[in-house]
């Protein structure tokens, strides 16, 4: 299938802000060092002209298809349907299967686009950080297939959990740095991979999500909306029309992003974003930047919604590395401060039990990111109850990864 193109339905203004009319509320922006100026507007300005170049779009579109394998498929799982009560009562649930995608989740569609638009600009080197490591990984793949040299930042503490990830990104020759600065996580180590860059003009950054200072919230959700648009080609052809609702998990908000963009003005989807609720909301042990009250603020170089302590960034806790962030990416934060998008929570707890109904009930091991996101889409769906509503969950990631965290779950839990 050809790729269908990109259009720009929501844009920030041309300082980098999307902003909430009735508020106020500027979400975005560029709050970095003066030094990093320069390396921001060599990458802003390459973007605009790549996507224009209709050979770069080209090959990137083919490779998409050939390397990447975005044309996973969108299929009806009975499964699911009949635990969240059956097509009588609540219509039909859709998986959109992004974990089938080489390298195993959403991640490595901005992640291929982002170093083959460094290629195109003349970079030879990439900068990263990453999480639950998919990030990394996935950057790792495109670095060997397009010949440049990485560096991978991550926290200590990520590094420990999902330690074949980073095992695979070492054999496809990143050099891994972890960062052991405050809560060793997603946080210090794209602060760390933000002063390399600003110290490495001849590197690109390349971000994990749409956060960041502008252009990277723009820039990483135009590249990963191929997955929506194939989506919502794949979906008509499917069942004849969009979904009712098409639900995604969200830590930073490049998954929900990638599928949900295409649908911002699609008025008959309603569009929902689930976040850990960590230990539960209640104990303050959360990365549910949205469901937990987060507020406006500044950091890695944006505006938007965080968690605050105070007057300083609250840690985030969640057992899933690739949500463990006390922020959420600026046009996320203005989706859902115009009401747009309707945000959820699922707990640890509830997205372990998910996994292991998944791996026994529905025959897949899904990344325990995606747990989240089914929990709470089952419960949400029981709740709409209406027989003739189409549902899509965007099932994001692989669960490789996660088994033998899953195993020591499993032990505890006999």
């Not at 990453?130 to 991978?152: E, K, M, P």
Request: charged share 25%; with cysteine; hydrophobic share 40%.
């Amino acid at each position: 299938m050809k790729i269908p193109p990109f259009k720009e339905i929501n844009p920030p203004t041309k300082d980098g802000f999307w902003i909430n009319k009735k508020t106020k509320e500027r979400f975005g922006g560029q709050y970095i060092s003066p030094l990093l100026v320069p390396n921001l507007k060599r990458v802003e300005k390459g973007f605009f002209k790549a996507i224009k170049d209709k050979k770069f779009m080209t090959e990137l579109n083919e490779e998409l298809l050939s390397f990447i394998g975005v044309n996973t498929p969108v299929h009806f799982s009975p499964e699911l349907t009949k635990l969240a009560g059956g097509e009588k009562k609540i219509g039909k649930i859709y998986l959109k299967r992004t974990d089938l995608h080489t390298n195993h989740s959403h991640k490595p569609v901005s992640a291929y686009s982002s170093c083959k638009l460094a290629k195109y600009l003349g970079f030879k080197k990439i900068l990263t950080e990453t999480g639950a490591f998919q990030n990394g990984r996935a950057v790792a793949s495109a670095c060997a297939a397009l010949g440049l040299d990485l560096d991978i930042y991550v926290g200590a503490k990520d590094a420990k959990k999902l330690a074949i990830n980073k095992d695979i990104s070492a054999l496809h020759g990143a050099n891994i740095i972890e960062v052991h600065d405050s809560t060793k996580s997603l946080l210090p180590a794209m602060a760390a991979a933000l002063r390399a860059f600003q110290s490495e003009p001849d590197s690109m950054y390349v971000v994990g999500s749409v956060a960041g200072p502008m252009p990277y919230p723009l820039l990483v959700r135009t590249f990963a909306s191929v997955i929506g648009r194939i989506t919502k080609k794949q979906f008509k052809d499917l069942v004849g029309k969009d979904p009712s609702t098409i639900f995604c998990v969200c830590g930073g908000g490049s998954n929900m992003l990638s599928i949900q963009y295409p649908y911002l003005r699609t008025k008959n989807t309603k569009l929902y974003a689930v976040e850990s609720a960590g230990k539960g909301l209640k104990t303050g042990k959360h990365g549910a930047t949205i469901g937990g009250g987060g507020k406006m603020g500044i950091l890695l170089g944006m505006q938007s919604k965080v968690l605050l302590a105070g007057e300083n960034i609250a840690e985030s806790f969640t057992e899933a590395s690739g949500l463990d962030f006390s922020s959420i990416g600026p046009e996320v934060a203005y989706l859902q401060s115009i009401g747009r998008i309707k945000f959820l929570t699922a707990t640890d707890l509830e997205a372990k039990k998910t996994f292991m109904m998944m791996a026994r009930k529905v025959g897949l091991i899904c990344a325990i990111e995606a747990c989240y996101v089914i929990h709470a889409a089952i419960k949400e769906i029981r709740k709409i109850g209406k027989p003739k509503q189409n549902h899509l969950i965007h099932l994001c990631g692989a669960g490789e990864p996660n088994v033998a965290q899953m195993m020591e779950h499993m032990k505890k839990n006999k």
